[in-house]
């Protein structure tokens, strides 16, 4: 069955780099892509970015700057980069296939303070 | 970036009782290929959202006819008929016509 799971550190300093990992089974990185997505505590979801089966990338313009998406086809796996972390970036980071959004991994929370 | 407008913000039900949620887009949310790429999600507390509803009025696999979409252009609802305890959560509108995706602000389903 198609899964999605998310990885990462809980913690990050402000003005660190984050990475994230989204691994993923039951498809292929080849025929679906993947998007992050995040949900600050006690609010609303925002899409951040994709890759696309083909391996092309999109992002969120607002956060454009600060993010690298990227992907290991061998490893099933999707990696989120995203530096110059700021307090506002604290959020749960969930990954979902793209761009149907039908299935979703069960979130990592990422807490940035010092 | 298309701007998705849900009310209510919270809506108190009864068990057994109707629930109705509406989300509306500042533009038309038809594709140039005619389908019309909005979805509806419930996240319960603590948990990833779930898709109910894809392309305005399809169940997802294993959803209950009890929840039902329908709509067209810029607005759209969703309704749930005899709510059960799991229904309860956070509701989520998601529009996917237009790049980027943007979502609801979300409608907090909760117990009267």
């Known amino acids: 069955q198609v899964q999605l799971k998310e990885s990462g550190p809980g913690l990050v300093q402000p003005s660190r780099t984050l990475s994230l990992t989204c691994t993923v089974s039951g498809f292929s990185l080849t025929s679906y892509g993947v998007s992050w997505v995040r949900q600050p505590p006690g609010k609303g979801l925002e899409w951040i970015a994709a890759?696309?089966?083909?391996?092309?990338?999109d992002y969120n313009s607002a956060l454009k700057s600060r993010l690298s998406i990227s992907r290991d086809t061998s490893k099933s796996q999707v990696l989120l980069k995203m530096n110059s972390l700021q307090t506002e970036d604290t959020a749960m980071y969930f990954c979902?296939?793209?761009?149907?959004?039908?299935?979703w991994g069960q979130g990592v929370m990422v807490t940035v303070s010092s | 970036d298309v701007v998705m407008t849900q009310t209510p913000v919270s809506l108190p039900v009864s068990l057994g009782g109707q629930a109705s949620i509406s989300c509306r887009s500042s533009q038309s949310l038809v594709h140039s290929n005619g389908n019309t790429y909005l979805h509806w999600y419930l996240q319960k507390p603590g948990q990833s959202p779930q898709l109910l509803i894809y392309r305005v009025s399809n169940r997802f696999s294993g959803v209950p006819d009890r929840f039902s979409g329908s709509g067209s252009g810029t607005d759209f609802t969703l309704k749930i008929s005899r709510v059960e305890p799991e229904d309860l959560g956070d509701y989520y509108c998601?529009?996917?016509?237009?790049?980027?995706?943007?979502f609801g602000g979300g409608t907090k389903l909760e117990l009267k």
């Open positions: 979902a296939r793209w761009l149907s959004f039908d299935y």
């Open positions: 890759i696309w089966s083909g391996g092309s990338t």
């Open positions: 998601l529009q996917s016509t237009h790049f980027p995706p943007t």
